[in-house]
């Protein structure tokens, strides 16, 4: 499969914990965005990778989230001190532009459950 | 500032009948402008995409849509309905001079019946 992948899929935590999720991009895409999706809603965007820049970041993204993307390839999304609020699902994209268009690929998702 | 509104949170059809899904859009450039679909307990597929070549795009699974600039609307149609077509759908913007993020509509449920 050449598709987006992320890992876990599922995470259960305790409030206060940290918990970090990874996403693999599809192998030639150069840019990799994260965004959160809540019950009920679209989804929404936290940040966005060229390369191994860090370009753009949402102000959703608080202090307690870092994103990483060290070898421009596969990224982290660390949340440190999770709260209750912080539970959604997290998605990755990844996208290389072509001709003016910028479509996005999403992966499955990694649903975060913060009791 | 750019967003979307989808004028529907839920619709539902009967199997064999047309599918109608609206969305209006806000956007101060030339927009790029999206459908995508999401199955429960699957990532989201692109089901087509506006990026100015034509007005009327077709997409898959008998999915089309048109933008109307005039009434800033791209809704989304398909002729006939089939049980598969049940999921959650987002209308999507981007602009190219407002950065690289999609914006996402809240989504519209479909429901097919047989």
């Known amino acids: 499969d050449t598709g987006v992948s992320q890992d876990p899929r599922h995470k259960i935590t305790k409030r206060g914990q940290n918990v970090t999720f990874r996403c693999d991009p599809i192998?030639?895409?150069?840019?990799l965005y994260w965004y959160r999706q809540t019950l009920g809603q679209g989804p929404e965007f936290l940040t966005y990778?060229?390369?191994?820049?860090?370009?753009?970041k949402s102000r959703l993204l608080s202090d307690r989230f870092s994103a990483e993307r060290p070898k421009g390839s596969f990224s982290t999304l660390e949340i440190q001190r999770t709260e209750q609020g912080d539970s959604a699902m997290y998605l990755c994209?990844?996208?290389?532009?072509?001709?003016?268009?910028?479509?996005?690929?999403f992966g499955p998702g990694t649903r975060l459950t913060v009791l | 500032a750019q967003s979307v509104t989808q004028l529907d949170s839920h619709v539902s059809v009967s199997e064999g009948t047309p599918v109608l899904l609206r969305c209006n859009y806000s956007?101060?450039?030339?927009?790029?402008l999206f459908w995508y679909v999401q199955h429960p307990n699957k990532g989201l597929q692109l089901l087509l995409k506006?990026?100015?070549?034509?007005?009327l795009v077709k997409g898959i699974n008998g999915f089309e849509a048109e933008f109307k600039k005039s009434e800033t609307s791209f809704h989304l149609t398909k002729p006939s309905a089939h049980m598969s077509d049940a999921a959650e759908y987002f209308c999507?913007?981007?602009?190219?001079?407002?950065?690289?993020?999609?914006?996402f509509g809240k989504g519209t449920t479909l429901s097919v019946s047989s």
């Open positions: 994209a990844s996208s290389i532009p072509r001709d003016g268009i910028n479509e996005q690929f």
């Open positions: 192998s030639e895409h150069n840019r």
């Open positions: 990778f060229q390369n191994e820049a860090q370009l753009e």
């Open positions: 956007s101060s450039y030339s927009p790029s």
């Open positions: 506006y990026t100015s070549a034509a007005t």
């Open positions: 999507v913007v981007s602009e190219a001079q407002a950065g690289t993020a999609l914006i």
